[in-house]
């Protein structure tokens, strides 16, 4: 049995052949491949994109999608072992994930961060307590990383060009303002993505506290080696636009400051200027802009860069459809 929890435990191979099935979905929605077959969603995280894609491409594949919300339209859920269960969850993942393998074939989970204590968030311990214990597999639908994003970006990407060879394209990854402090799960994943496809990848952000945790970036340092390209980070938005192919936006919050959001604050509302507009858009080679959404506008890109034939988000997004059906069916087999 096989988890799909991140692109990193899935070769080169297996994840052309992922995107080779889903541009073929994207000429041709149906299919039969989950006939007879069902498709657990558990929500613990609001979600547009990724419910009414998954749910459609279930249905699209002729399967079943059940969608609960724990603590919402399903019991409160406990993840931790050995704990005296006297608060607010009702039962334990280890009942949870057994039970729910006995009625369906696939679970996905969307579980965000708790953003108290990164040293805790970063062990994913949502998604792998389901993944420890369920014996259908498990299909990550947004934690600390998003390969369902990662898989629909490449796509749009190799069929923006019109190749799926991307070596030699300049990417730019960059942090852009936002009021709120957010999730470094795309950036997590962009950077693992980009490098992976062997594109010489730039790392934009305010300063080093905006670096990624080390085993994003040492991931990122292990796909060059293995699939050319390179890696550089920098914190000037100038020098890093100059010539790039593709520029790719998303804000984060600083790993040092988690759980202290106020104290970075200053320091976010300080840099507001990374927004990606028209400006640094003129700096590159004629570079393809997109976003995972929602995107605030005239926040983290400028209305004029949104409508621009340049920017690819709209096609990213309908890609989330295409290689989740690829992604399920080949687990489902």
């Not at 099935?21 to 990724?50: D, W, Y």
């Amino acid at each position: 049995m096989r988890h799909f929890l991140s692109t990193q435990d899935w070769s080169r191979a297996d994840l052309d052949a992922l995107l080779a099935q889903a541009a073929a979905f994207k000429r041709s929605k149906a299919g039969t491949q989950l006939a007879g077959k069902s498709i657990a969603l558990l929500f613990f995280n609001p979600s547009m994109r990724t419910r009414t894609s998954f749910e459609l491409g279930a249905f699209q594949l002729g399967g079943h999608a059940v969608v609960l919300q724990p603590g919402k339209d399903a019991w409160p859920i406990e993840f931790e072992l050995g704990t005296v269960m006297d608060g607010e969850a009702e039962e334990h993942v280890a009942e949870v994930a057994r039970v729910l393998s006995r009625y369906v074939d696939l679970i996905g989970v969307r579980a965000f961060p708790k953003f108290q204590d990164w040293s805790i968030d970063r062990e994913d311990r949502v998604i792998h307590a389901f993944a420890r214990h369920a014996t259908v597999p498990v299909i990550n639908m947004e934690t600390i990383t998003h390969p369902m994003q990662e898989l629909a970006h490449i796509l749009a990407l190799q069929q923006h060009f019109g190749t799926n060879d991307l070596r030699g394209k300049k990417y730019v990854l960059t942090w852009t303002y936002h009021p709120k402090p957010l999730n470094t799960a795309v950036a997590n994943s962009a950077l693992q993505i980009a490098t992976r496809y062997g594109m010489d990848v730039t790392l934009l952000c305010p300063n080093r506290d905006y670096l990624l945790d080390p085993r994003y970036m040492d991931f990122a340092a292990r796909n060059v080696a293995e699939n050319g390209g390179s890696l550089s980070i920098s914190h000037d938005p100038q020098q890093a636009y100059r010539g790039a192919h593709v520029v790719y936006a998303k804000s984060w919050g600083a790993l040092p400051y988690f759980g202290r959001w106020a104290d970075e604050k200053p320091i976010r509302d300080a840099h507001q200027h990374f927004i990606v507009d028209e400006a640094k858009m003129a700096l590159t080679d004629g570079a393809v802009f997109s976003h995972c959404l929602p995107l605030r506008r005239n926040i983290k890109a400028t209305d004029a860069v949104m409508d621009s034939a340049a920017c690819i988000a709209i096609e990213e997004a309908e890609n989330r459809l295409h290689v989740q059906k690829a992604v399920m069916a080949a687990l489902a087999q």
